[in-house]
T-cell receptor
Framework: NAGVTQTPKFRVLKTGQSMTLLCAQD?????MYWYRQDPGMGLRLIHY???????AKGEVPDGYNVSRLKKQNFLLGLESAAPSQTSVYFC?????????????FGEGSRLTVL | GQQVMQIPQYQHVQEGEDFTTYCNSS?????IQWYKQRPGGHPVFLIQ?????EVKKQKRLTFQFGEAKKNSSLHITATQTTDVGTYFC????????????FGAGTQVVVTP
């Protein structure tokens, strides 16, 4: 099993450019998440999804859009990148049951916006 | 909104010593989870606590969930160099079940 796979792993953008980060999981998980990690601020939830075709906002959704057209994929889009979006982005997925809500994380995508 | 705070932010520990990191929530939690992230790596799940007052042990690690389900702690005994990393707690609430909010983490440095 590949688990949670994120692509690309590294990307450099210029201010105003757009891009999409792809997250794929092969564990048939219902819940999927996008977090960003910045020094000293832990992991902040951007958007999440509780199932195919549904998405919801997290703590820091502004400037990002997401889509969950297929259960195994969760896409994070930046329409017009800003330097403040320079960060490491982590995707995670979960069975999300009351006793086994473990989040499985991808290896991260490092984005730099110049 | 819900806030999850962790203290301390940094912890320098001599190898062999014990230490504790704390997690406090502004709201009552449904579940709390703990994760470890090695430098340059991704967060890896350690444990989930669900019940009020719950205590779980994993070898040298002891996890507690407060009676009011608003705080939690991770205690590590006889610290080893392999314990280096950042430890995060994450909690959800009954209103936002499955929507896990993370604390800022405790970065642990171990001195041989």
């Amino acid at each position: 099993n590949a688990g949670v796979t994120q692509t690309p792993k590294f990307r450099v953008l210029k201010t105003g450019q757009s891009m999409t980060l792809l997250c794929a999981q092969d564990m048939n998980h219902e819940y999927m998440y996008w977090y960003r990690q910045d020094p000293g601020m832990g992991l902040r939830l951007i958007h999440y999804s509780v199932g195919e075709g549904t998405t919801a906002k997290g703590e820091v959704p502004d400037g990002y859009n997401v889509s969950r057209l297929k259960k195994q994929n969760f896409l994070l889009g930046l329409e017009s990148a800003a330097p403040s979006q320079t960060s490491v982005y982590f995707c995670a997925s979960s069975y999300a049951t009351r006793n086994t809500g473990e989040l499985f994380f991808g290896e991260g995508s490092r984005l730099t916006v110049l | 909104g819900q806030q999850v705070m962790q203290i301390p932010q940094y912890q320098h520990v001599q190898e062999g010593e014990d230490f504790t990191t704390y997690c406090n929530s502004s709201t009552t939690l449904s579940n709390i989870q703990w994760y470890k992230q090695r430098p340059g790596g991704h967060p890896v799940f350690l444990i989930q606590l669900v019940k009020s007052g719950e205590v779980k042990k994993q070898k040298r690690l002891t996890f507690q969930f407060g009676e009011a389900k608003k705080n939690s702690s991770l205690h590590i005994t006889a610290t080893q160099t392999t314990d280096v990393g950042t430890y995060f707690c994450a909690g959800d609430t009954t209103d936002s079940w499955g929507k896990f909010q993370f604390g800022a983490g405790t970065q642990v440095v171990v001195t041989p």
